[in-house]
Nanobody, 127 residues
């Protein structure tokens, strides 16, 4: 059974950085596209970053492009999200998720395309 678990969320001030980590198990991590989503209560879930299978491509939403970087470490079975220049509008619960389809060479934007999800980690930017 595939499992994902996020860590690294915290409360920070505007302009500061955080690094989220998604630890995976039960599948070969580089065979699947992995996405980082965020959700704010009352708003739709948003894909903020994704890395496709075998690192053939990445995707960033316009709201985070240039500030966030997604990376994968196949040895550690992790997919990290480096978040720089954080702003109050980045406050959300962040989730990592695995695409349903193996060897998906492009990032898919809809959360419906992702089969396994972590429990999330809270990021709060204020002060």
């Amino acid at each position: 059974q595939a499992q994902l678990m996020e860590s690294g969320g915290s409360q920070v001030k505007p302009g500061e950085s955080l690094r989220l980590s998604c630890v995976t198990s039960g599948f070969t991590v580089d065979y699947y596209a992995i996405g980082w989503f965020r959700r704010v209560p009352g708003k739709e879930r948003e894909l903020v970053a994704c890395i496709s299978s075998t690192d053939t491509g990445t995707y960033y939403s316009s709201s985070v492009k240039g500030r966030f970087t997604i990376s994968r470490d196949n040895t550690k079975r992790t997919v990290d999200l480096q978040m720089n220049s954080l702003q109050p509008e980045d406050t959300a619960r962040y989730y990592c998720a695995r695409d349903r389809i193996i060897f998906q060479s492009r990032c898919r934007l809809s959360g419906e395309e992702y089969e396994f999800w972590g429990q999330g980690t809270q990021v709060s930017v204020s002060g």
